[in-house]
């Protein structure tokens, strides 16, 4: 069944927007547009009204995303019963992930399962988490990394570990001074509430980070001096480690980035803001051998990769 047509209409009815569809599409803007135009061109009639940026379904639009859908639906449910029917020992595992945590923690887990399981087609599909649960939720992902703090009610999980939020700083940082050792930590605590005026980088308000940061700061009734916000962690530790300004960071995430200018990093309260990640999947998802051989590698190699 080829439904590619259907496929990228509904997605760009569904985010309104070219850079997302096109990133959850994986395919270039011009592209996509280019398709979109020759599905209208084909059909003589506009599906989308273009309002700048936004794409908005016309009404020919949205009785054309309602069949499509369901379309897609049946499609979805045909790969599902193909699924079930191929052997235990061969398939398609198909893994979301944030991007970040995809680059330090997959390859870890490849590495043996594809030595293990060399007939298992592994697709990687990289994204925010509000694309990732609607890729689980439309049955094109069989398996999602993500907190727990973000599961919904659709899903069953199986914990993979824990992972604290950590507070950073350049190292010649004068909030070094006022860091409190903490007795069975390898880190130190750094009061919160000695925040206030910093400049302080966030992440976006599409990454569940950000949710972590902005109850950090509300907890902590913190006043910055400025808020700068960037999309990638990793930016933000460099940043940090240039005397910028501070931020926050998850703990697996630090342990792999270096720089040539120290960072430090500081513990704040992992019983209010620790995180526990987990594997998920739909709970009307009945988990194949390759599935559950995927999820006990992530077992194994969470252990590393949440070590401090």
Known sequence: MDLKEQKYVCTLAECKSLTRASERLYISQPALSLYINNVEKNLGAPL??????????????????????????????FEAVMRQTEQESAGQVRIGIAQRRAIWF??????????????????????????????LKNRELDLVVLSQSDVTSEMETIPLGMEDFL?????????????????????DFLDPHLLSGETIFLNTEMQS?????????????????????VRNMELGAQLVAEGLG???????????????????????D???????????????????????????????????????
């Open 209 to 229: 980070a950000r949710r972590v940061e902005e109850k950090i700061l509300k907890d902590y009734k913190v006043k910055p001096g400025r808020i700068r916000v």
């Open 48 to 77: 989308f009204k273009r309002n700048g940026r936004k794409f908005e379904l016309t009404w020919l639009g949205k009785q054309y995303v309602e069949k499509a859908s369901q379309m897609l639906e049946l499609e979805r449910q």
């Open 246 to 268: 501070v931020g926050f960071i998850r703990q697996g995430y630090q342990k792999n980035i270096h720089y040539p200018k120290p960072v430090k990093y500081y513990t704040i």
């Open 167 to 187: 507070l950073m700083v350049s190292g010649d940082h004068p909030l070094n001074e006022k860091a409190v050792p903490v007795e069975g930590s390898k880190l």
């Open 106 to 135: 997959l390859p870890a887990v490849l590495s043996v399962y594809e030595r293990e399981w060399p007939q298992v087609d592994v697709v990687i599909r990289e994204g925010n988490l509000a694309d990732l649960t609607i890729m």
């Open 270 to 308: 992992s019983s209010k803001y620790g995180q526990n990640v987990v594997v998920a999947y739909r709970q009307d998802v009945e988990l194949t051998k390759p599935m559950r051989a995927m999820i006990m590698q992530m077992k194994d190699a969470a252990e590393e990769y949440l070590e401090f």
